[in-house]
């Protein structure tokens, strides 16, 4: 028995079957079946359908790129580092959303995405028009992903028919101390008792960040179980305050990821060192030998000067954390602890981008095949 007009029929197991034609917001129409106990029951489950994807129509059609990205933001707000969210919110309201904001986010498809990226990367440049460095744009391209996967788990919107095309960033090329200039700088280091030297001693054998041995504090080292915790970082951001004149500034802000926060041991030569430097500063922070940091940027200055002044080879000081890795490596440290001593997210990254084969090492590594077939 059916109801004329309203498309509701009593099966032969007893209950009864509303069907109901439905319409989405992004023009999608299939027919939907809802079954109750009576008549009454199938019926309200229609009507409550019908009224629930009226309010899904109206509420996509007015959802644009620029308000999903706004709810989005919220969304990951106390899952990102302060220094990432006001980075990608300056990315949205300089470049994004001036070109994608106003878009429906229903009707945003992977072509105009692509074509947008790739106009950034050639013209992106807001103050001449010169292009954008591929590692911004990849940025770019990964906000703008994470906004549409957040949209599609929301019913916003279908998901993208293709990957999003984002430009490969070109890695650079990281200069690391060989052996022998490695243990000149050593050697030079013993006789220097300032705090950039000490600063240089704790990359060269912990493999930390600039900002993380800028942020280390004196309680950070766990001298009794002869531990360093890395827990903070030295992060500029740009002001909240559009008024301000300084535009930046530095804060302590969480490690660079969640891996980052880690803990890392103490080998007898640093604690050695560490002992005998704390004995003379107690102060909060290890480098700056005061209670507040130092910059980054004044550290590097000095640790450049220092390589000078003893005639070391000129390296960024980032180039200490990959002495480091490769330091390690050949020495067949097992590479999960190394991962994990420099906080990174897995093993692949710790091989394809801070570990540097020397031409020499790859020669002792051929000449295992002599051995064998000699």
């Known amino acids: 028995m059916s109801r004329r007009g309203e498309n509701i029929h009593k099966r032969k197991d007893g209950r009864w079957e509303a069907r109901v034609m439905i319409t989405d917001g992004r023009g999608n129409s299939h027919q939907v079946s809802f079954y109750g106990k009576t008549y009454k029951e199938a019926k309200e489950k229609k009507l409550l359908a019908r009224e629930n994807a009226t309010f899904l129509e109206e509420k996509t059609e007015r959802k644009t790129f620029a308000q999903t990205a706004e709810e989005w933001m919220q969304y990951r707000f106390l899952t990102q580092k302060k220094s990432t969210r006001l980075k990608y919110q300056e990315m949205l309201e300089r470049h994004i959303n001036p070109e994608l904001g106003s878009y429906p986010i229903n009707l945003l498809n992977e072509s ?15 103050s001449d028009g010169s292009r954008l460095s591929s590692s911004y744009v990849k940025t770019m391209g990964i906000i703008v992903n994470s906004v549409m996967q957040y949209a599609v788990a929301r019913n916003y ?6 990957k999003i095309q984002k430009p490969e960033s070109q890695p650079q090329k990281i200069e690391i101390l060989d052996i ?5 700088l050593e050697n030079c280091l013993e006789k220097d008792q300032s705090l950039t030297a000490l600063g240089i001693k704790i990359a060269l054998n912990t493999g930390m960040r600039i900002g993380e041995i800028c942020a280390l504090k004196w309680e950070d080292i766990d001298m009794k179980h002869a531990i360093i915790h890395v827990r903070h970082t030295i992060t500029r951001i740009k002001n909240s305050d559009k008024n301000l004149a300084v535009k930046t500034c530095l804060v302590v802000d969480k490690p660079k990821t969640k891996t980052s926060v880690r803990d890392i041991p103490i080998t007898a030569k640093l604690f050695h060192v560490l002992k005998n430097v704390k004995e003379k500063h107690q102060n909060c922070f290890v480098v700056s030998g005061a209670e507040k940091f130092i910059s980054p940027r004044t550290f590097e200055y000095r640790y450049h000067k220092i390589l000078e002044n003893y005639c070391i080879q000129q390296i960024n000081f980032h180039g200490l954390r990959h002495t480091f890795a490769t330091r390690c490596v050949e020495l067949n440290v097992d590479i999960k602890s190394l991962s994990e001593i420099l906080g990174h997210a897995n093993v692949n990254i710790t091989l394809n981008t801070y570990v540097h084969s020397s031409l020499e090492l790859k020669r002792n590594q051929l000449e295992k095949l002599s051995v064998m077939f000699g």
């Open 180 to 184: 022998e200039t490695q243990k000149n």
């Open 157 to 162: 919107c279908d998901p993208l028919k293709t």
């Open 112 to 126: 105009q995405i692509n074509f947008f990226l790739s106009q950034k990367l050639a013209f992106g440049r807001i």
